[in-house]
């Protein structure tokens, strides 16, 4: 049965409404079609009957003319024919209504016709046209007629003829439209049962448990069971969430009432609805009084009422222009006025706000009290304030007046230094210049001031290199560098200091120069070391000066061999003098003459406290040669560990300082020296093969002096002008016969420096005059043991030596001793002999006790 009702709901009803439906789609259409096509059959019937008719009225008249009752086709003719009573014979014959003779002038005159002719020529007079069917019921019967010209004659024609079939068939339709209506009218009738007991008997069944507050419990079709169980399921939902929020309303008005604040919710209008019992305790109102009977405006004292009320207002239209916290005043039951803290809010979703009040009336007592403490301290603070302030603008006024002085004083100083200062600012222009800078430029400081060193016309490599480095200040380096600038033909060399100018913030504005001309101290120092020149005859120093001049012209890094005091030095300067980096600065550093600890820090520099004893930063010696050549001497006694950092630096031209994390970008030229033979040093593990690969670009090795004894009178010529005038000699001793042949026969071991050291002793020892074999003071025995008489001498020193910082001293002390001696005392000359300043010799008699 369940089943069946199933069905019946599910294809029983859906069936019987579309079949209703289309009943009555097709009544209308099938009526429709039946008349249209009835109409149709009829014209036609009525068609072939008017042919009938038109061929029977040409018989009558034709008749009637062959018998000469009719001679022409008139009126009159027709009427005399009619009145002879011979007519009616003729319409019985032909089945005619009637003969109405219609002239041409559109008036007729009615010969004979019946009532049904009389009606339906009226309405077909009504049609007011011709060939129109007109269907009309008269006495009972349906007629079809329909009006036509009878040229021949003039006539109008008027045929009529009863339907009697078309009248049957219209019968038919109509019983057929009632019998569709009886079934459409039975089809809604099911229709309305149907629903009544599968819709809304179950509709009806579920509104009545939902009004009896019963989950519904109905059984039968699937819809409504699904319907039932979710009703159901959303009402045990509904009970629970109802349950948790009651629970969690007892457990918030709990709060509400425990709470230590005092708390209130007050509505729209002012009203206070509800309060717990803390407010009660602090306003001294129960809450009988005071919920929906009193306005929280009656409580608020009148100094605050009015702001109040703004807030009020504001906190229901813009939430986020109301301070969420704040003080008012609250007169309570008592009228005692009471400081309060309030924190309010409004309720989510209603027009209700909430606060809490805090009493902070004894915290505010307490605050007025420390104020007034305070205030009374203030007092004499301020009279204490006022003595300081006094003391300190006298102590600033002070201060300004010694900012001038020493501004006045840096000034002058600025002016009148010889040392040329410059002040460039970010854009690399000129702010200030001193007198001497100006002079060095011959430029008037209108010319120079807002101009670069491109502007000014510089040496045109000076300002590129220029520029490259004070970017880099601009950055927070320092420089040191020496320049070479040709400026109006004139080389000009300057030892030049550049460092960052910085403002309080520590941001660099700037960059301040200091320029000192060292031409002449170039000049002396470009004599010291000048190389030999052309005129030296031997083929071997032609080809080294060969060599060094085509490696002058790239680069490339140069590795010089050589024996001790042949001059790699020397020809290093002269190399870096003919190459492109002449113009900057030329460092040597001595590998085997500093602590292996020390190296690394002298050759990259190092960072404040990057080591005990590192105060302050320090420039290596790769920095000061930016843009410059430094000289690697005795490489083969730098240490295994800086070989590698060496390397790195060849490899990237960066390098970092010691202690440092930044790395630095330098553009030297590395030159190498030693006296080593690198590749068994290679072999021993004691030198880099790599770095021997990157030292070793070009190659130059210098020969001893014992395989060019034929420059040797020319250079001895030499070394004794330049000692002579360091001497201060004006008329050179020459070199006696015997003595130049000694030099020629002796083997030079020490090569040039050897030489060199000879013939200053001789020079000191000689009576101005000539140089003797005796000055020399060679050894006269073979001259395959040059050095037997040193040797001896040597061997003396430290066998009255008990150390060797004894032999070091004692050997000081007997070449100082020797000097004073040779310049009957004089300091200054004795400094000269052993090539050390003033200041240096006066520290070495001071520790070794060496008086005048």
Known sequence: MK????????????????????????????????????????????????????????????????????????AVRIKKALTMGDVEDYLEKFRLKGIICQRNDSKSEILMETEEAQELRSAASSANNTNILISRSVAGKHYFAYTFDFQPW?????????????????????????????????????????????????????????????????????????????????????????ARLRESENR???????????IAVSEEDTTISMVNARFEQDTGYSKKEIEGKKCWTELVSEDDLEWMKEIHALRRTNPDAVPVQYEFKLTDKQGTCKHMLLTGGIITGTTQSIVSLIDITDRKREELERRLEREARSAEALRRKNVELAQEIDARKRTE????????????????????????????????????????????????????????????????????????????????????????????????????????????FGICGIARDVSERKAAQDERLAPPSRSYRSAMIQETRRQVVLAAESDSTVLFLGESGTGKDHWARFLHDHSRRSGSSFFSINCAALPPELVESELFGHEAGAFTGARARKRGLLELAEGGT??????????????????????TQSITRVGGETSITVDARILAATNRDLVKEIEKERFRLDLFYRLAVLTITVPPLRERMEDLPRLARELLSRAGERMGLTNLPSLDNAAMSALLDYNWPGNIRELQNVLERALILCDRKKITVMDLGLEKTDS??????????????????????????????????????????????????LGMTRNSIDHHMRRLGIRK
């Open 154 to 242: 003039g006539w109008r024609i008027l045929i009529a003829r009863d339907s009697a079939a078309y009248s049957s068939l219209v019968e038919r339709v109509q019983q057929l439209y009632w019998i569709f209506s009886a079934l459409l009218f039975l089809m809604t009738f099911g229709l309305i049962i149907v629903e009544n007991r599968l819709l809304s008997r179950p509709v009806n069944q579920i509104i009545r448990d939902l009004r009896d507050g019963v989950p519904p419990s109905y059984t039968g079709l699937v819809e409504f069971e699904f319907l039932s169980t979710s009703i159901a399921g959303m009402m045990r939902t509904l009970a629970e969430r109802e």
């Open 784 to 833: 395959k043991q040059p050095g037997a008489s040193r040797d001896t001498e040597m061997a003396i020193l430290l066998g009255r030596a008990r150390s060797f910082d004894e032999a070091v001293e004692e050997t000081k002390r007997a070449l100082i001793n020797k000097a004073l001696e040779r310049s009957r005392g004089s300091i200054k000359k004795a400094a000269i002999l």
């Open 401 to 508: 007046e010694s900012l001038r002085a020493s501004e006045e004083r840096f000034r002058v100083i600025f002016e009148a230094a010889e040392d040329c200062f410059f002040i460039k600012n970010t854009k690399l222009e000129y702010t200030h210049a001193n007198p001497a800078y100006l002079k060095l430029l011959e430029r008037p400081i209108e010319e120079v001031l807002g101009k670069t060193d491109d502007a000014l016309a510089l040496d045109s490599h000076y300002a590129e290199r220029a520029n490259s480095l004070e970017i880099r200040v601009l950055e927070g380096e320092s420089f040191e560098t020496e320049h070479t600038v040709t400026w109006k033909g004139w080389p000009i060399s300057l030892d030049i200091i550049r460092f960052p100018l910085r403002d309080s913030s520590g941001n660099t």
């Open 3 to 74: 089943i069946l009702r199933k069905l019946a709901f599910r294809v029983a009803a859906p069936i019987l409404l579309l079949v209703t439906l289309f009943g009555l789609v097709l009544h209308l259409f099938v009526a429709d079609m039946i008349n249209f096509f009835a109409r149709e059959r009829a014209e036609e019937d009525l068609k072939s009957f008017s042919r009938e008719i038109f061929g029977n009225c040409n018989r009558c008249f034709e008749e009637l003319m062959q018998s000469g009752k009719l001679e022409d086709p008139t």
């Open 252 to 262: 918030y008005r709990t709060i509400f009432e425990t709470t230590g604040t005092a």
């Open 630 to 651: 430094l000289l690697l001497n005795e490489i083969g006694e730098m240490p295994w560990a800086l070989q590698s950092k060496l390397l790195t630096f060849m490899d």
